[in-house]
Nanobody, 124 residues
Framework: QVQLVESGGGSVQPGGSLRLSCAAS????????LAWFRQASGKVRERVAC????????YYADSVKGRFTISQDNVKNTLYLQMNSLKPEDTAMYYC?????????????????WGQGTQVTVSS
C-alpha cells in the first residue's frame, strides 16, 4: 500500500503562485507513474501533469503548459507541482495519484493510490 498526503493549497490572487507537495509513504516501490489531477466543482476530474519516475518528459495538460511544473524528490519521496501565473479557472481540488506500470494516459480509475486532496482557490 502507498499513502499519499497533499499539502500547499490555499487562496491566491490571479497571477500568483503556489507549490503543492505530495508526500508518499508505505510501499513507495510500487509506484512509478506519479500524477496531479484536479477537479473543479461540477466538473470531471482532469489530469494536470504526470511523470514517470524513471525519467523522460512529463505530461502536461494544454491548459497548464508553460505555467505548471511537476517534479519529484526521490530522497524525500515527495512529488511537487509548482503553479505559476495562476488563473481563476485553475480553482479546484488538487489530488496526487500513483500507479505501477500503467502509464500517465490511463483514466483515473487506473490510478489505485490517491491523496485526500488540497484546495486551490484563485480569486481577486
Amino acid at each position: 500500500q502507498v499513502q499519499l498526503v497533499e499539502s500547499g493549497g490555499g487562496s491566491v490572487q490571479p497571477g500568483g503562485s503556489l507549490r503543492l507537495s505530495c508526500a508518499a509513504s508505505g510501499d513507495t516501490e510500487s509506484r512509478n507513474y506519479l500524477a496531479w489531477f484536479r477537479q473543479a466543482s461540477g466538473k470531471v476530474r482532469e489530469r494536470v501533469a504526470c511523470l514517470y519516475t524513471g525519467g523522460g518528459l512529463p505530461y502536461y495538460a494544454d491548459s497548464v503548459k508553460g505555467r505548471f511544473t511537476i517534479s519529484q524528490d526521490n530522497v524525500k519521496n515527495t512529488l511537487y507541482l509548482q503553479m505559476n501565473s495562476l488563473k481563476p479557472e485553475d480553482t479546484a481540488m488538487y489530488y496526487c495519484a500513483a500507479n505501477w506500470n500503467r502509464g500517465c494516459s490511463v483514466d483515473p480509475p487506473q490510478f489505485p493510490y490517491w491523496g485526500q486532496g488540497t484546495q486551490v482557490t484563485v480569486s481577486s
